[in-house]
């Protein structure tokens, strides 16, 4: 062993540049994947870990419908013994501040919750007994990080918060972070019985005509959720007859990655599936551009050892010998690869968290059980990547050997120029499909509204009962141009409601996305109008009025809304259609713009303030003064402001992370991709030096000799873009379809890729071959 270890070394100093630049890009690309792996797998398996995870399930469809009645979970336990227990979750309706003794208050996430929460979802108890936790009202279970913002050290159990400087809650346990990812995201979560104190919603946990429930059930072992569902169904249609629609028992897995439109909260975390599989394809592709070049490098410098490997056959070198030397030399190499790809990440890590917005479990990567994995699998990828010239170098002939006249098969040379193929195949995807994203989220940034010095202020309980007053002093200060309320905001949830159109004596059925503003709000966001007019503050009969968007009348077919009639309203009033306003996204630019009411009613969550300065330290300026105002108006709630065109940026999050994510990765597998190339540029250089030398003696230019080195390099990125072409279209088709409006995949994408790919293989290859072509002909022939 010790010998081999010695022949290594020797190996290695030999040709130092080579080696690094192998063992480097192996390391990166390592590094790489297991960040990727790390992250795909707590994606993919979102809620694994709780306890009773296989049994628990969502009633509804999450296409249509997630939220129901209250009064459904009592028939539940009462008619069907097969449900162990039954668990309603809702949230609050705006984000609950919370005030510890002598701080300043706080936002922060709660969700409301039956008292079997924890039978159902698993989280460990640093403080108190969950089992127990939310069955007394007035209670509060927060989590550990929650705790220590609020608290400090020391226990917290017993302690109290105020909440919305109305309530005092007790806190009566302290859960630690969720043990791997999951879909439920809050920082606090009170019991249903808490719910009815300090959130009153009428007949809430009565009315069947209310939904604002998710419903989850914990089935007992052995019970089919099918039947069970049909049977929920079934008390559903019990309790509201006009519930006509099918719904099932959705598993707690399925949930992530559901992405279902829910109103009332953002306590339900989602994922995309499709972009955790392509960042899976592109560590991949990534590890193969990296086993590529240790291929091309290893197999080359195979022949470099001729002699070498000659000598130890005359001296009785077994064939079963020399495979296991090149064997163990390998897996060293992979190894010592492998260990300089954790100290990377250990570096790394924070900046791509900071940058891609991924986030993966570092305590994984460094666990014992994931290390010894991972060093199993990359002395098995280096066995399988080395068993080929083993076996070469294992039964060449000795006499040969020291005569060095084994010389590279045909064979060897096409099989190395499939794979410098393949690298710039990966290439040409990755460039390509990095294009595309770019395209895309440029494309899907004008959402139609004026952004530009828009800001939103989240109307606190003290600012909602003083909006007049607001109101005008905000306009009273010059760098402000107009002001208005709104129940919309980037980011904020929209109600859906189903209701009938009454249009010139016919009824229809529609379902439109609905919130309320007020007169102003059409100029202070620049929305356009289309059709009739926009609700006026100087008529006292336009409260109650609706403006609808294009969309409507495209989805429904109607060429005239004006004079329709609709019910929008909790109290079954009949509204009346006055207006149409071009389309604008008010949701994601992933999903299509839907059938729009914008009412004219008095609730509202959000004071909008168009200013009308310029410049960053104005800005600021004007920010901080609205701020005070507000903040004297509102003592005891914290003031939030809002620019919009962050919230939209903050909308479209998932996909500039995605963005980011992306082409930092891909960036990577470009490099390691240029780091064999240069090193095969490097090994072909060195093997060709007395054909060079001879050339030149012979009269051959710099530039012919620097061509006789680049025409192949060339060949192969021209037979790659072939190939590539189909590929990356085909991929990048299917990563559009996800996207409700898409950008074109327009030729000269791939025409750039081609050329980028082109390029980066002259600049690598080209510096190798000046140095080569301009070195005098004396010394390379003098070398041999």
């Known amino acids: 062993m010790q010998n081999i270890f010695k022949s290594t070394y020797r190996n290695f100093v030999r040709k130092p540049a080579i080696n690094l630049i192998n063992l480097f890009g192996l390391a990166v690309s390592l590094a790489l994947v297991i960040i990727l792996s790390v992250y795909s797998f707590s994606e993919l398996t979102t809620d ?79 403080e108190g007994d969950l089992a127990s936790a939310l069955k007394t009202p007035m209670s509060v279970v927060i989590t550990k990080s929650m705790a220590d913002k609020f608290l400090g050290s020391g226990p917290a159990v017993g302690k109290t918060l105020k909440l919305n400087n109305s309530y005092q809650l007790t806190i009566t346990a302290v859960i630690d972070k969720p043990e791997g990812n999951t879909c439920l995201s809050f920082n606090a979560i009170a019991s249903n ?177 994931f290390i010894l994995i991972s060093i199993a699998g990359t002395v098995i990828l280096s066995m399988l990547f080395s068993f080929i010239p083993a076996l070469r170098i294992s039964s060449s002939n000795a006499v040969d050997n020291l005569k060095k006249k084994v010389e590279p098969r045909h064979s060897g040379l096409s099989f190395r120029g499939v794979f410098v193929t393949v690298q710039f195949i990966v290439a040409i995807v990755l460039i390509a499909f990095t294009v595309l994203i770019q395209k895309q989220v440029r494309f899907g940034s004008d959402f139609g509204v004026n952004q530009e010095n828009l800001i939103g202020i989240k109307l606190t309980p003290e600012l909602s009962q003083k909006k007049d007053v607001l109101k ?16 919309y905001f980037p980011g904020s949830r929209i109600s859906n409601w189903g209701t009938k159109l009454n249009l010139n004596g016919e009824e229809k059925d529609v379902t439109v996305d609905m919130f309320n503003a007020d007169a102003s709000v059409f100029k202070t966001m620049g929305l356009k109008l289309a059709m009739g007019r926009t609700f006026s503050d100087d008529l006292s009969t336009d409260q109650g009025k609706i ?80 701020k005070s105002a507000t903040s004297e108006l509102s003592p005891s709630f914290p003031i939030e402001i809002s620019f919009f065109d962050q919230a939209i940026e903050q909308m479209y999050q998932s996909e500039l992370q995605f963005r980011r994510t992306f082409t930092l990765f891909a960036g990577c597998a470009i490099v390691i991709c240029c780091m064999g190339i240069l090193a095969m540029s490097l090994f072909a250089s060195q093997r060709r030096i007395k054909e060079i030398g001879i050339r030149k003696i012979n009269g051959a230019k710099i530039s012919e000799v620097m061509i006789m080195l680049n025409k192949d390099f060339i060949k192969w990125v021209a037979i790659a ?36 790919a082109l390029g980066i293989a002259l600049l690598t290859v080209s510096w190798q071959s000046w140095k080569a072509a301009t070195r005098n002909p004396v010394e390379a022939l003098r070398y041999e």
């Open 48 to 126: 694994n870990f709780h306890k009773n995870g296989d049994r628990v399930y969502l009633f509804g469809d999450l296409k249509t419908a997630v939220l129901f009645p209250a009064p459904l979970k009592d028939l539940i336990d009462m008619n069907l013994p097969g449900v162990e227990s039954t668990v309603r979750i809702s949230g609050t309706w705006n984000a609950p501040v919370f005030q510890a003794e002598n701080k300043e208050p706080i936002s922060s996430d709660m969700i409301f919750a039956d008292e079997d929460f924890f039978k159902l979802f698993t989280y460990h108890a640093i």
């Open 193 to 369: 019985a808490t719910k009815k104190i300090v959130q009153p919603n009428g007949d809430e946990f009565t009315s069947w005509m209310m939904g604002g429930f998710m419903t989850f059930v914990l089935l007992k072992e052995g019970i089919n959720p099918d039947i069970t569902a049909k049977s929920i169904y079934s008390l559903l249609h019990e309790g509201n007859p006009k519930i006509n629609t099918g719904f099932g028992l959705n598993p707690l897995k399925k949930i992530y990655f559901s992405k279902f439109n829910m109103f009332g909260g953002n306590y339900i975390r989602f994922g995309e599936k499709a972009k955790v599989l392509i960042l899976l394809m592109v560590a991949a592709l990534v590890l193969m551009i990296a086993l590529v070049n240790f291929i091309n490098i290893s197999s080359s410098q195979w022949f470099e050892k001729i002699k070498q490997n000659g000598i130890m056959k005359v001296l009785g070198a077994k064939r079963s010998t020399m495979m296991s030397n090149v064997l163990i030399e390998s897996a060293m190499f992979f190894l010592v690869a492998f260990f300089l790809a954790t100290g990377l990440i250990f570096i790394v890590k924070s900046f791509i968290q900071e940058y891609t917005g991924i986030h993966f479990n570092s305590q994984l990567i460094y666990s014992p059980g």
């Open 472 to 487: 005008q002093l905000l306009l009273e200060k010059s760098s402000v141009e107009s002001v208005s309320y709104s129940m």
């Open 547 to 626: 403006v609808v968007n294009e969309a409507f009348l495209r989805n429904y077919g109607i060429t005239n809304p004006i004079g329709g009639k609709m019910i929008v309203t909790m109290d079954n009033k009949s509204s009346e259609i006055i207006g149409v306003v071009k389309d604008f996204h008010f949701k994601s630019v992933t999903q299509p713009i839907t059938p729009l009411v914008i009412t004219n009613g008095l609730y509202t969550t959000y004071c909008l303030v168009k200013l009308q300065t310029s410049g960053f330290n104005n800005l600021h300026s004007a920010i901080l003064d609205i």
């Open 721 to 756: 873009f072939v190939i590539a072409t189909p590929i990356a279209y085909y991929a990048m088709n299917k990563w559009l379809e996800n996207f409700a409006y898409k950008t074109n995949l327009s030729w000269w994408i791939f025409a750039l890729a081609g050329l980028l």
